[in-house]
Structures are given as structure tokens and as C-alpha cells.
């Protein structure tokens, strides 16, 4: 695997991430229930925001750190919904300076109560070893060095019947002896939702292909709706874009899925625009922002794009 995170982390794809995954996880803790959170790729848990490939390769600094300087500018509604994920980052960096950027494991863990459980796999040695670190002991973790995709049917269903699962993959390309993130995922989530059909799952993926991506959110559609018997409207994708897909840019946009069951009330709408204008360098033309849609004739799914703060349905 040629990915590694440290360089991209804090980046305006990890805003929208963790603003996501954030508001699942608060609208967990709305119930006494225990939860269990299952993380198939969670890389090193923090990332150093002051070391080397941070320095090297700056982006948090068009991502977090426009979401910490511009906070206070923002209407009351979007701070509100920002709130999770802000606390999470305060409890990295209680100065006035961000230092250190929490990954998923260490968001949840912050968020996680005593009867809560996390399951997290990483499958790379050094972010293996840096996970261990970052997560310490605890008893509510058990961290294992193996794919995630092959252990998350093994986790499934949890004994609380509530939880989270993120599937976050480097997206590298297949090849012909190897497949696809993209093919891995529907694998590993068709295989899910047979045995824990009222989960709550959350996909991230970068807008780099539109055909590729197209392709993925229909399938993923066809799984949930058709597999799984869920209503289209419970079925959300929030995309960001930051650029034009011809910008030259690695990655223009991206996107998480949520099948959101637990928190129906938690979205990310009220946010999303306001995110967006921040964060963006330069308009995004229509042709671009608009594009990423489900194909024709394939089960709708409820889609926040480009800078639009209320969903729409895409068929």
C-alpha cells in the first residue's frame, strides 16, 4: 500500500468526514444503550500536525484550519452542528493552536462512553504500530492487525445491536489480479448487510472519477434498498466539492454514504453550504458540482451536493 495519511490529514475531505461521523456518534449517545463502533480502516489514530509530512504536505491548512479560524463567523445553526466535531478537536488541542489532528478511532474513542465498544483494524505495520500508541490501553478498544474488510462480517451483528461502521479505504486503483476499494466495499457491505440489516453504515470515498463514482453509489443504492429493505430517504450521500474535476487536482470532491438509522434528527444539511463556501478556493462550475448523481433507472438516494444546504433526491 503506497497511501498514507499523515499527508492528507485535516484535509477538507476529513472535515466532512468527521463532521459526519461525528453527528452519528452523538445521536448514538442520545440513548442509554450501549453502541459499538467498527473502523475497517483506521489508520494511525492521530496525526502530528507539526511533523514532517504534515509540513511537506500542508492541505489541513485549507481544511481544519479554516474550520478553526472561521467557526465564530458562522451562524448559530452551523456552529450547532459543527459542535461534535469541534470538541473533538479541543480535546487534541486545548490552546489556540491546532497542533495535532484526531483521526476517526481517537474522535470516537473522546466520544465513546464506558459501556461502549470499538473495534478498529488496520492492516499497514507502521499505522498498526501507531494506532497501538495513540490508543493506549483501554478496555473498550481491541485493535487487531488484519484486513477490514475480511473482519468486519466477523464483528457482525454487535451484541449491543447498535453501533457504527466506517468503511474508509485508500481507494487505491485494482489492477487485474487485484480488485478495487471500490470492489472490496461492495463486497464486505453486501456480505453486512446480510447479517446486520438495521446497521448503520458510513462510506467514505474521493470524487475522482465521476463514472467510477456513479457506478459505486448506484451499486451501493441497489444493496441497501433492494438487499436490505431500506426506504430510499433513509439512504443519505453528502458531497463536497472544492474545485472542478478538470482543476487538475487529485481529488475535487468527496463524499460520505450514511445509512442513517439511529439519528434520522443529525444530519449534516445545516452545515454543508456554509462548509463549503469556507473551505472552497474557487466556485465550482454547475457541470461539476451537479454531476455525481445515481445512473438512471437504479434506486434514488437522498444526496447533499456542491454548496446546497437541504437534500435532494437524485433518481
Same mark, same amino acid.
Given at each position: 500500500?503506497?497511501?498514507?495519511?499523515?499527508?492528507?490529514?485535516?484535509?477538507?475531505?476529513?472535515?466532512?468526514?468527521?463532521?459526519?461521523?461525528?453527528?452519528?456518534?452523538?445521536?448514538?449517545?442520545?440513548?442509554?444503550?450501549?453502541?459499538?463502533?467498527?473502523?475497517?480502516?483506521?489508520?494511525?489514530?492521530?496525526?502530528?500536525?507539526?511533523?514532517?509530512?504534515?509540513?511537506?504536505?500542508?492541505?489541513?491548512?485549507?481544511?481544519?484550519?479554516?474550520?478553526?479560524?472561521?467557526?465564530?463567523?458562522?451562524?448559530?445553526?452551523?456552529?450547532?452542528?459543527?459542535?461534535?466535531?469541534? &470538541?473533538?478537536?479541543?480535546?487534541?488541542?486545548?490552546?489556540?493552536?491546532?497542533?495535532?489532528?484526531?483521526? &476517526?478511532?481517537?474522535?470516537?474513542?473522546?466520544?465513546?462512553?464506558?459501556?461502549?465498544?470499538? !473495534?478498529?483494524?488496520?492492516?499497514?505495520?507502521?499505522?498498526?504500530?501507531?494506532?497501538?500508541?495513540?490508543?493506549?490501553?483501554?478496555?473498550?478498544?481491541?485493535?487487531?492487525?488484519?484486513?477490514?474488510?475480511?473482519?468486519?462480517?466477523?464483528?457482525?451483528?454487535?451484541?449491543?445491536?447498535?453501533?457504527?461502521?466506517?468503511?474508509?479505504?485508500?481507494?487505491?486503483?485494482?489492477?487485474?489480479?487485484?480488485?478495487?476499494?471500490?470492489?472490496?466495499?461492495?463486497?464486505?457491505?453486501?456480505?453486512?448487510?446480510?447479517?446486520?440489516?438495521?446497521?448503520?453504515?458510513?462510506?467514505?470515498?474521493?470524487?475522482?472519477?465521476?463514472?467510477?463514482?456513479?457506478?459505486?453509489?448506484?451499486?451501493?443504492?441497489?444493496?441497501?434498498?433492494?438487499?436490505?429493505?431500506?426506504?430510499?430517504?433513509?439512504?443519505?450521500?453528502?458531497?463536497?466539492?472544492?474545485?472542478?474535476?478538470?482543476?487538475?487536482?487529485?481529488?475535487?470532491?468527496?463524499?460520505?454514504?450514511?445509512?442513517?438509522?439511529?439519528?434520522?434528527? &443529525?444530519?449534516?444539511?445545516?452545515?454543508?453550504?456554509?462548509?463549503?463556501?469556507?473551505?472552497?478556493?474557487? !466556485?465550482?462550475?454547475?457541470?461539476?458540482?451537479?454531476?455525481?448523481?445515481?445512473?438512471?433507472?437504479?434506486?434514488?438516494?437522498?444526496?447533499?451536493?456542491?454548496?446546497?444546504?437541504?437534500?435532494?433526491?437524485?433518481?
Amino acid at each position: 500500500m503506497n497511501y498514507r495519511h499523515a499527508f492528507h490529514a485535516g484535509n477538507f475531505a476529513d472535515v466532512l468526514k468527521h463532521t459526519v461521523l461525528t453527528l452519528c456518534i452523538a445521536r448514538l449517545n442520545e440513548k442509554p444503550a450501549p453502541w459499538r463502533y467498527v473502523d475497517t480502516h483506521a489508520g494511525a489514530g492521530r496525526y502530528d500536525l507539526t511533523g514532517d509530512e504534515a509540513l511537506r504536505s500542508p492541505e489541513w491548512r485549507a481544511g481544519v484550519q479554516r474550520v478553526w479560524d472561521q467557526l465564530s463567523k458562522a451562524p448559530g445553526e452551523v456552529q450547532a452542528a459543527l459542535q461534535p466535531f469541534i &470538541s473533538s478537536l479541543r480535546l487534541e488541542n486545548p490552546g489556540e493552536t491546532l497542533t495535532s489532528y484526531p483521526g &476517526s478511532p481517537v474522535i470516537v474513542a473522546g466520544m465513546a462512553r464506558t459501556s461502549d465498544a470499538l !473495534r478498529l483494524c488496520e492492516l499497514h505495520d507502521e499505522s498498526a504500530a501507531r494506532l497501538g500508541q495513540s490508543m493506549g490501553r483501554d478496555p473498550r478498544i481491541k485493535i487487531e492487525q488484519r484486513d477490514g474488510y475480511e473482519a468486519l462480517v466477523a464483528y457482525l451483528p454487535p451484541p449491543e445491536r447498535r453501533g457504527l461502521v466506517l468503511i474508509d479505504p485508500p481507494y487505491e486503483v485494482g489492477t487485474a489480479t487485484a480488485k478495487s476499494d471500490y470492489a472490496w466495499t461492495l463486497r464486505a457491505l453486501r456480505k453486512s448487510l446480510k447479517r446486520w440489516p438495521e446497521g448503520t453504515y458510513a462510506i467514505w470515498r474521493p470524487i475522482k472519477d465521476l463514472e467510477a463514482v456513479e457506478t459505486f453509489d448506484s451499486d451501493v443504492a441497489t444493496l441497501a434498498i433492494e438487499q436490505a429493505g431500506l426506504p430510499p430517504e433513509k439512504l443519505l450521500v453528502a458531497d463536497l466539492w472544492t474545485r472542478a474535476l478538470d482543476s487538475g487536482s487529485p481529488a475535487p470532491g468527496c463524499s460520505s454514504s450514511i445509512r442513517p438509522t439511529d439519528f434520522t434528527r &443529525s444530519s449534516p444539511r445545516s452545515s454543508h453550504g456554509w462548509r463549503k463556501r469556507w473551505i472552497s478556493r474557487r !466556485r465550482v462550475p454547475a457541470r461539476a458540482a451537479g454531476a455525481c448523481r445515481a445512473q438512471p433507472r437504479r434506486p434514488s438516494l437522498v444526496r447533499l451536493t456542491g454548496t446546497a444546504s437541504t437534500a435532494r433526491s437524485t433518481r
